[in-house]
């Protein structure tokens, strides 16, 4: 790879970043697109989060992504946000727009890409596992897309309430909480179970957030976040069972597809980022 003054230069801020697949896709990708660019990581101590913002300015950055555990601390520091960063208060890319620092949220639209690209339009009621970051961005996109109920269902009883009543406040559709051992009801209702817990991530994969399926629906789509390993314990239950599921590697590309996108306006080549993914994952 050649650099030079034109160089666009974009890259992740986070901390630790040693399981980032961000730059792998990233670098690939414009190696691929024959993209004059580079994406770098760059781990950074809280302490010097602002100025390492700031640089993104002075530098000419054309922008970053930003990961644990900045994704809400980094929001002093910009000129804006955009609709869906302000709502999730969260904020996984930064884009520098002629010197203006906009802060975006790529995780729900990346997870709503996900559910386009398998044919699924999402309805009826949902039950989310989980009441973080990401089952905040999934949830809020969601309940903007139309489904009619969410359920939120977490180990921290306090932390899916708060989340039910920030999407009952929002606007976009009801929502409620139920405990992650008491979940049989809306898991009997739900057209679509998302699992945003970490439970089941590598190295603890014989965990599952929930201890059976059995009163699933059989056609309700079965969604695992997680993407190390790619088939969850989760998953395997559902598989076993008969039910369509969706992992987690595809919201992981499109939330990289839509951030490159964003970044460089190119269309970015959405199999190929999948396949770089693949690849690494399988070794
Ligand atoms: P987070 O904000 O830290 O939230 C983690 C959630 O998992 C919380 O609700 C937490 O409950 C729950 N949890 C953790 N351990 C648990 C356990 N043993 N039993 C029950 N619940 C447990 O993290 P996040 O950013 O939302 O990420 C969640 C997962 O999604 C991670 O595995 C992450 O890698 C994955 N993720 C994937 C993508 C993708 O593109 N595929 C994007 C973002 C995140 P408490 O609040 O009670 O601790």
Redesign the pocket.
């Known amino acids: 790879m050649k650099f030079d003054t034109h160089t666009v230069v974009m890259g992740i801020l986070g901390n630790p970043l040693g399981h980032s697949l961000s730059p792998l896709m990233h670098n690939q990708v414009m190696e691929r697109s024959s993209f004059n660019g580079i994406y770098i990581p760059f781990t950074v101590e809280e302490s010097q989060l602002g100025e390492a913002v700031t640089a993104i300015r002075a530098l000419g950055m054309r922008g970053v992504n930003v990961t644990?555990p900045y994704k809400e601390k980094v929001i002093p520091f910009l000129d804006a946000l955009s609709d869906q960063a302000r709502a999730c208060g969260a904020v996984n890319l930064i884009e520098n727009q002629d010197g203006k620092l906009i802060g975006h949220n790529m995780?729900g639209p990346?997870f709503m890409a996900s559910l386009r690209d398998a044919g699924i339009s999402p309805e009826g009621e949902v039950l989310i596992l989980?009441?973080?970051?990401?089952?905040r961005a999934i949830s809020y996109s969601l309940s903007m897309a139309g489904v009619q109920n969410l359920t939120f269902a977490?180990?921290?009883q306090e932390?899916a309430k708060a989340l039910a009543d920030f999407i009952n406040q929002s606007g976009g559709c009801p929502a409620g909480a139920a405990s992650?051992d008491n979940v049989q009801e809306s898991l009997a209702r739900a057209r679509m179970i998302v699992n945003?817990?970490?439970?089941g991530?590598a190295p603890k994969v014989e965990f599952s957030?929930l201890s059976s399926l059995e009163k699933a629906k059989m056609d309700a789509v079965l969604c695992d976040?997680?993407?190390n390993p790619l088939e969850t314990r989760l998953l395997a239950m559902g598989i076993a069972r008969g039910m369509r599921t969706i992992d987690?590697l595809s919201?992981?590309v499109y939330?990289g597809a839509l951030s490159f996108e964003r970044l460089t306006g190119i269309e970015p080549p959405v199999d190929y980022m999948r396949q770089v993914l693949l690849e690494h994952l399988a070794k």
């Open positions: 644990i995780d990346g989980g009441a973080g970051g990401a089952a977490a180990r921290t932390k992650l945003c817990t970490s439970v991530m957030p976040i997680v993407y987690g919201m992981l939330q």
